[in-house]
């Protein structure tokens, strides 16, 4: 990933609702790949039924498409880098297009885990050239706020994966909503296409790194004590929404409380619209103090592997969806671990950092998601009840994270200024 924020020195100004029609443009793909990484929690039951899978299968259809997302950040950054996040993004959304239509064609389970991992590769640059965007073209103070607005509104993306596509899977089959979803991806290319062209660089501007260079700077970041930190709590906070708002929630609901897809898919839409003011809000009251920032994080990350402890109780349906609906509220406070990468190197590595940093998250992602269900087979063939045992796996998972995150090494004084 790039030297981002330097780069605007070397590029002319665009008027600012110019930088904000192109930002919304660039999270319309990150909707997709948000709606892309939550199918399963609606498509869970149907495609259980169609396929004969087991927990631990579904877990692995659920996280084929995090695996490939997150391998994939280190060469979507170095293609930003060198190539722009114009080009980086229209070379390959195509390709979550054409794993949205395997899906829906698919004629079993290796063709549906293999479409996964097309849809998650296609995706893989969605969000990291709306950061990377933000870091170059708005100011170091508004960073914070105008990624959390970003991911808000590529949470939007949930929202279709919620109540609309329980309907239409419910009323047609889920091939029909990877039909719906291929339809939505394409209309988003060609939004990006139309709209997004960023200035090109001032003539004087340095010589451009080779792949080969780019790569191996990617090595900077490892020898910095301070990143490993960053990584183990970046690979466990996304992951937990995600394992439950994208895979556990619809069939806990109807397993555990006996709910329809319907009812389940209402929930998955009020947590999605609940999603969408958490990044918000913590964006606009992220501390100017980056030590303070820190503390956050570890209180948040706390309260959230509570909040799952609490969710593996169990208790009347009514208690589960508002501790489902406080996890959606309590996880824009990921919006802060992007202001925390940020402050924590310099200039000429901050791109480089979030490619590894989103990297990190998305991995995490697939393995949570695999492991929840392993772990969900496992405690059902002792029988135990597996959601018990993934909520609790969950909440360790967490607290385990914010332990690593306290102890191991912070950044430099030098390189964590106030805003």
Do not use: K
């Not at 999270?27 to 709606?35: P, V």
């Not at 590769?121 to 969605?126: D, E, F, H, K, T």
């Not at 993934?390 to 607290?399: E, F, K, Q, Y």
Request: charged share 10%.
């Amino acid at each position: 990933m790039s030297p981002a924020p330097s780069a605007p020195a070397a590029r002319p100004a665009l008027p600012p609702r110019t930088l904000l029609l192109m930002l919304l443009a660039l999270t319309s793909g990150f909707g997709l790949s948000n709606a892309f990484r939550t199918v399963a929690a609606i498509m869970a039951a149907p495609l259980q039924a169609d396929f004969a899978l087991s927990p631990q299968q579904l877990g692995l259809f659920a996280a084929a498409f995090h695996f490939a997302f997150g391998a994939m950040q280190v060469f979507m950054g170095i293609g930003i880098d060198l190539y722009g996040v114009r080009r980086t993004i229209l070379a390959a959304f195509p390709l979550a297009i054409a794993g949205a239509v395997l899906s829906a064609l698919a004629p079993g389970f290796g063709w549906l885990a293999l479409a996964q991992v097309l849809v998650g590769v296609g995706c893989a640059p969605a969000f990291l050239v709306c950061t990377v965007f933000i870091a170059r073209h708005f100011a170091p103070q508004r960073f914070a706020a105008m990624s959390g607005t970003a991911m808000a509104i590529g949470t939007l993306g949930m929202l279709f994966t919620g109540t609309p596509l329980a309907w239409l899977v419910q009323q047609w089959s889920w091939r029909v909503g990877f039909a719906v979803l291929t339809a939505l991806a394409v209309l988003a290319w060609l939004w990006i296409w139309r709209s997004v062209h960023e200035p090109t660089a001032a003539p004087h501007a340095p010589q451009r790194e080779s792949v080969r260079q780019a790569v191996a700077r990617f090595g900077t970041l490892f020898t910095l004590p301070h990143t490993w930190g960053i990584v183990v709590l970046g690979a466990v906070t996304y992951a937990a929404l995600i394992a439950l708002r994208g895979l556990w929630l619809g069939p806990m609901l109807m397993q555990r409380h006996g709910w329809s897809l319907v009812a389940s898919g209402n929930v998955a839409l009020a947590l999605s619209v609940v999603a969408l003011a958490g990044p918000v809000l913590f964006g606009r009251i992220d501390p100017p103090d980056a030590r303070r920032r820190r503390r956050w994080l570890v209180a948040c990350t706390l309260a959230m592997a509570a909040l799952f402890a609490a969710l593996a109780v169990g208790g009347p349906s009514w208690l589960d969806v508002a501790l489902m609906l406080a996890v959606g509220l309590l996880s824009g406070f990921i919006v802060l671990q992007y202001a925390d990468v940020r402050a924590a190197y310099p200039a000429d590595l901050t791109g480089r950092a979030m490619g590894v940093f989103t990297m990190a998250m998305f991995l995490g992602v697939a393995l949570m998601q695999w492991a929840t269900g392993w772990i969900a087979t496992l405690a059902a063939a002792r029988g135990g009840d597996p959601y018990v045992a993934v909520m609790l796996a969950i909440a360790a998972v967490l607290a385990v994270g914010a332990l690593a995150f306290r102890l191991l090494p912070a950044p430099a004084a030098a390189l964590v200024p106030a805003h």
